[in-house]
């Protein structure tokens, strides 16, 4: 088992920027990839950023060059600095830790609000 918990969420003007954390409750070494999702209402998760212990990174084509994932291992903990924060960012963010054997894991959700 693996628990998540997010922070960092808030409300921010436009071109702002905001940085999510989520902290797990057990090492990295034993986590294949850690990432960071995103629902809009009405809309269907979806991915923003990854991490895989290897260190490879990807993001949405809709956040390059604005969000940056990354992770501090002896914190266990992962964090998506968000930047240049547009209306449409708007959503609730969830950390996801994926082990190849056990699957996927899920935080509690963190609400992001970009208005102003």
């Known amino acids: 088992q693996v628990q998540l918990v997010e922070s960092g969420g808030g409300l921010v003007q436009p071109g702002g920027s905001l940085r999510l954390s989520c902290a797990a409750s057990r090492s990295f070494f034993s986590i294949n990839a850690m990432a960071w999702y995103r629902q809009a209402p009405g809309k269907q998760r979806e991915l923003v950023a990854a991490?895989?212990?290897?260190?490879?990174?990807s993001y949405a084509d809709s956040v390059k060059g604005r969000f940056t994932i990354s992770r501090d291992n002896a914190k266990n903990t992962v964090y998506l600095q968000m930047n240049s924060l547009r209306p449409e960012d708007t959503a609730v963010y969830y950390c996801?830790?994926?082990?190849?054997?056990?699957?996927?894991?899920w935080g509690q959700g963190t609400q992001v609000t970009v208005s102003s």
């Open positions: 996801n830790a994926y082990n190849r054997h056990e699957g996927d894991y």
């Open positions: 991490i895989t212990s290897g260190g490879s990174i």
